[in-house]
């Protein structure tokens, strides 16, 4: 199964590419970040994000769309903008029959680090080491996109539920499902995912 994660903004949009083989086996594929200039209007700018969005769609033909979920932030603009790009990736991928999967920061966090409230550069190493680079990847757009896509390969959306039985969950959402419930109940986060 070929993911392609999405870190959606208007000045940098992250894409990550990775394969999820037998036993979800991760493997690395494409990284790259679309930009648009700041200097142009807002209208320049959502066309410069999407033909790059299409550009990656068309070239690796993913089974699946994970994209961050937008969240409301104290910076208008900026959500507006992540909103915008995100809407952009949903847009490409309906248009080529490609299902998409919303995941928050947060659950790409725990997926990739076992920890919802890490930091950038140990979700860049974590990525690095689950897929085998020899470099981290940067800048910090292009990790979270490659987060996105292993959240969705190890946690596709919907996979646990509550009443889901456990012989019927793959290893790596089992641990996916513990690491979660151990953080819920440490740090004693509501979840509603």
């Known amino acids: 199964m070929i993911v392609l994660g999405v870190d959606p903004g208007l000045t940098r949009c992250g894409v990550g590419v990775i394969e999820a083989g037998a036993s979800r086996r991760l493997s690395f594929v494409h990284v790259d970040v679309v930009r648009s200039d700041p200097e142009q209007s807002q209208d320049l700018r959502l066309l410069a994000i999407y033909q790059g969005l299409t550009a990656a769609l068309d070239r690796f033909s993913p089974d699946v769309v994970s994209i961050e979920r937008v969240f409301a932030q104290s910076n208008h603009n900026t959500?507006?903008?992540?909103?915008?790009?995100?809407?952009?990736?949903?847009?490409?991928?309906?248009?080529?029959?490609?299902?998409?999967?919303?995941?928050?920061?947060?659950?790409?966090?725990?997926?990739?680090?076992?920890?919802?409230?890490?930091?950038?550069?140990?979700v860049q190493r974590m990525v690095a080491r689950i897929l085998g680079l020899n470099q981290l990847p940067k800048?910090?757009?292009?990790?979270?996109?490659?987060?996105?896509?292993?959240?969705?390969?190890?946690?596709?959306?919907?996979?646990?539920?509550?009443?889901?039985?456990?012989?019927?969950?793959?290893?790596?959402?089992?641990?996916?499902?513990?690491?979660?419930?151990?953080?819920?109940?440490?740090?004693?986060?509501?979840?509603?995912?």
């Not at 909103?83 to 947060?106: D, E, K, N, S």
């Open 79 to 122: 959500v507006l903008g992540t909103a915008q790009a995100a809407g952009l990736a949903m847009l490409g991928a309906a248009q080529r029959g490609i299902p998409v999967a919303l995941h928050t920061p947060t659950e790409a966090k725990m997926a990739v680090t076992g920890n919802g409230q890490a930091d950038k550069i140990q």
């Open 139 to 193: 800048p910090a757009d292009a990790a979270d996109a490659l987060a996105q896509a292993i959240c969705h390969a190890l946690r596709p959306a919907g996979a646990i539920q509550g009443g889901e039985r456990e012989e019927h969950l793959t290893q790596a959402q089992r641990q996916w499902a513990q690491a979660s419930a151990k953080y819920g109940r440490h740090r004693g986060v509501q979840r509603d995912m």
